[in-house]
């Protein structure tokens, strides 16, 4: 099925131990993003990208990096993870401008440092 | 820092009322607004967008727009316990790739 997919769906990570959360899309979407949600919070923007070789921080980009080798995939990476990095990872994509479409979302990454 | 404002309840409303769920934006250069709902433990789904001052139904929902408030707002009629999720507000933002800055979100209870 088109869509977002995102992978692992869930992860448990020991403080200090890195690791990548994948994003891939099969729409041919130009524009990807990672938000972040914690409890009873909104999602914040990690990082953006509008096409592939071209990146750019949002709003909570500190722990976190992104890379954009294709328009498919867009992969984010923690290093030396933090108990503050405890939190659910959506990625999601759009078409040029999202017009009246919005985002399309992956199902999310639920991931737990401890 | 461009905000988006929502209380965030509960909001608890009978099976078959009329929800009302409220927005405010800081940016007064905002554009596109949205409004997604979240089940627990789901990703956010779309359920309306707006660009104009005014009214834009689909079904049972409403979103009404008024830029000189700063203020958007999405009404659900006949309001079914399948409606029970917590509902986000976004605003669109040019600057940042078309990246949605996203409010805290407002809580909905549909009581049988």
């Known amino acids: 099925n088109a869509g977002v997919t995102q992978t692992p769906k869930f992860r448990i990570l020991k403080i200090g131990q890195s690791m990548t959360l994948q994003c891939a899309q099969d729409?041919?979407?130009?524009?990807m993003y990672w938000y972040r949600q914690d409890p009873g919070m909104g999602l914040k923007l990690i990082y953006y990208?509008?096409?592939?070789?071209?990146?750019d921080k949002g709003e909570v980009p500190n722990g976190y990096n992104v890379s954009r080798s294709t328009t498919e995939d867009f992969p984010l990476r923690l290093e030396l993870a933090a108990p503050s990095q405890t939190s659910v990872y959506f990625c999601a994509s759009s078409p040029r401008w999202y017009g009246g479409y919005g985002y399309t979302f992956g199902s999310g990454t639920r991931l737990t440092v401890v | 820092q461009k905000e988006v404002e929502q209380n965030s309840g509960p909001l608890s409303v009978p099976e078959g009322a009329i929800a009302s769920l409220n927005c405010t934006y800081s940016d007064r250069g905002s554009q596109s607004f949205f409004w997604y709902r979240q089940y627990s433990g789901k990703s956010p789904e779309l359920i309306m967008s707006i660009y104009s001052n005014g009214d834009k139904e689909d079904g049972r929902f409403t979103a009404q727009l008024n830029k000189a408030s700063q203020y958007v707002s999405l009404l659900i009629r006949d309001s079914q316990p399948s409606d029970s999720a917590t509902y986000l507000c976004?605003?669109?933002?040019?600057?940042?790739?078309?990246?949605?800055?996203f409010g805290k979100g407002t809580s909905l209870l549909v009581t049988p």
């Open positions: 729409m041919n979407h130009n524009y």
């Open positions: 976004a605003v669109g933002r040019p600057d940042s790739g078309y990246a949605l800055n």
């Open positions: 990208s509008v096409g592939a070789g071209i990146t």
